[in-house]
Each structure stands twice: as structure tokens, then as C-alpha cells.
């Protein structure tokens, strides 16, 4: 059965880092793009970022370009969130999630930014910062 287990996250304070794993099991993900959601208190679930197959593409939700950065290891069927420069509105269980890439990158984005789509998640890992 195939599983996405995150791992990584905790209190921190605003201005500070954190990287945030998510490892995959009983599946080769090669074939899917990955990503991150966050759901805050009372909020819906929201795309953070995204990484295609080859790790050559990335795309991130406004907020955090410029602090956040994907990155994937094929190899070890891992994909990374290094977090930078944290702020309390960052503050959110964070999801990693796989979905097969196709339809091209554009087509691809309108898909996968919607959390209803997504048919792989991980457990979540609670990320907290304070002010």
C-alpha cells in the first residue's frame, strides 16, 4: 500500500527555518508530481507548492515565493519543503501529496492546485510559528 509520511515540522519563531520531508512507501512516486498543502484552524486546505517529475519545475502560491523551496530526491522517493524566513501566518498542518503528472505543466497547475483532486496524502506534521 502505498503511503506518504511527512516528518519535520514544530514550534519555531518568526524568522526561522525549517525543512520539511515527506517520504514515500509501498509506491515509486517517479512518475508524480509533488507537493504541499497547509490547512490552518477553520480554513480550507490550500496549495503551498509544487514540483513536476524531473524537479526541473516548481511553481509556489504567492505568499511564499521567495522563502519557501521544493526540492525532490527520486532516488530516495523523498520530496523536501525548506521553509525560510517563517511567519505566523504560516502557521498550519502541512500536507504532502502525489498526483500523476500529464496534460502539460499549465493544464497540469489548474488540477492539482485544488485539494479535491488529490487522490495521494500524507498524514500531515503540524508546523507552528510563533510571533
Known amino acids: 500500500q502505498a503511503q506518504l509520511v511527512e516528518s519535520g515540522g514544530g514550534l519555531v519563531q518568526a524568522g526561522d527555518s525549517l525543512r520539511l520531508s515527506c517520504a514515500a512507501s509501498g509506491r515509486t512516486f517517479s512518475r508524480y508530481a509533488r507537493g504541499w498543502f497547509r490547512q490552518a484552524p477553520g480554513k480550507e486546505r490550500e496549495f503551498v507548492a509544487v514540483?513536476?517529475?524531473?524537479?526541473?519545475?516548481?511553481h509556489y502560491r504567492d505568499s511564499v515565493k521567495g522563502r519557501f523551496t521544493i526540492s525532490r530526491d527520486n532516488a530516495e522517493n523523498t520530496v523536501y519543503l525548506q521553509m525560510n524566513n517563517l511567519k505566523p501566518e504560516d502557521t498550519a498542518v502541512y500536507y504532502c501529496?502525489?498526483?500523476?503528472?500529464?496534460?502539460?505543466?499549465?493544464?497540469?497547475?489548474?488540477?492539482?492546485?485544488?485539494?479535491?483532486?488529490?487522490?495521494?496524502w500524507g498524514q500531515g506534521t503540524q508546523v507552528t510559528v510563533s510571533a
Open positions: 514540483i513536476d517529475v524531473s524537479g526541473e519545475s516548481t
Open positions: 501529496a502525489a498526483s500523476m503528472y500529464g496534460n502539460g505543466w499549465s493544464k497540469f497547475l489548474q488540477i492539482f492546485k485544488d485539494a479535491r483532486t488529490i487522490r495521494n
